[in-house]
């Protein structure tokens, strides 16, 4: 069985760019969390959405969105890129809303100059 | 706000010894997860411990939980030079969802 799958795994951005990175969670998985895992330090949670809606929101300024489809998988949108974004993002997923175990998947590495 | 502390950040031990990981949190917990990260790469869960007195082990590795102390300990026995990674501890607060609070980590090398 396939687990969590990041695309892409790594990218470049210019400052004040957009950038859209996806996830997909294991199958019959409902949720999916954002983390933001900046080098040297533990990850922060970014977001939580389950059936489609937020569920949890970290604290990250409005830069950060984040969407869940149909399918249960999920996109984070950052925009306006500063040099502090570059981090490993990285999504997890769950079956349900809590209590259950999470899952992360390989992580995007996204490097903003 | 829940906050999670883990000591040492930096443990630098030879192969063949024992040492203990250290994890404190700060408000009550469901439950409390280890992982483990290699350079570059994402993180591997170890242990998920559910309750009170709770004690995992795999291989080298044993994991134990005190909730009434909020004090999580990893445990390693006789340490080869592959258990060398950074080893989160992260808890998971039941909120309006799960939202994970991971320690600053803990940065393990072991020499030959």
């Known amino acids: 069985d396939a687990g969590v799958t990041q695309s892409p795994t790594h990218l470049i951005k210019t400052r004040g760019q957009h950038v859209t990175l996806r996830c997909s969670p294991i199958?019959?998985?409902?949720?999916v969390s954002w983390y933001q895992q900046v080098l040297g330090q533990g990850p922060q949670f970014i977001f939580q959405?389950?059936?489609?809606?937020?569920?949890g929101r970290g604290n990250f300024p409005d830069r950060f969105s984040a969407r869940q489809f149909p399918n249960y998988s999920s996109e984070l949108n950052v925009n306006a890129l500063l040099l502090g974004d570059s981090a490993l993002y990285l999504c997890?997923?769950?079956?349900?809303?809590?209590?259950?175990?999470?899952?992360f998947g390989q992580g995007t590495r996204l490097t903003v100059v | 706000e829940l906050k999670v502390e883990q000591n040492p950040l930096f443990l630098s031990m030879q192969e063949g010894k024992n040492y203990t990981i250290y994890c404190n949190y700060s408000t009550t917990s469901d439950r409390l997860y280890w992982y483990r990260q290699d350079p570059g790469k994402s993180l591997e869960s170890l242990f998920v411990l559910l309750s009170n007195g709770a004690v995992k082990q795999e291989g080298r590795l044993m994991a134990s939980l005190d909730t009434k102390a909020r004090l999580s300990t990893l445990h390693i026995t006789a340490a080869v030079h592959d258990l060398s990674a950074t080893y989160f501890c992260?808890?998971?607060?039941?909120?309006?969802?799960?939202?994970?609070?991971f320690g600053e980590g803990t940065q393990l090398t072991v020499n030959p």
């Open positions: 199958s019959g998985h409902k949720s």
């Open positions: 959405y389950y059936e489609k809606e937020e569920r």
């Open positions: 992260a808890v998971d607060r039941r909120t309006s969802g799960s939202r994970l609070t």
């Open positions: 997890a997923s769950s079956l349900q809303k809590m209590n259950t175990e999470a899952f």
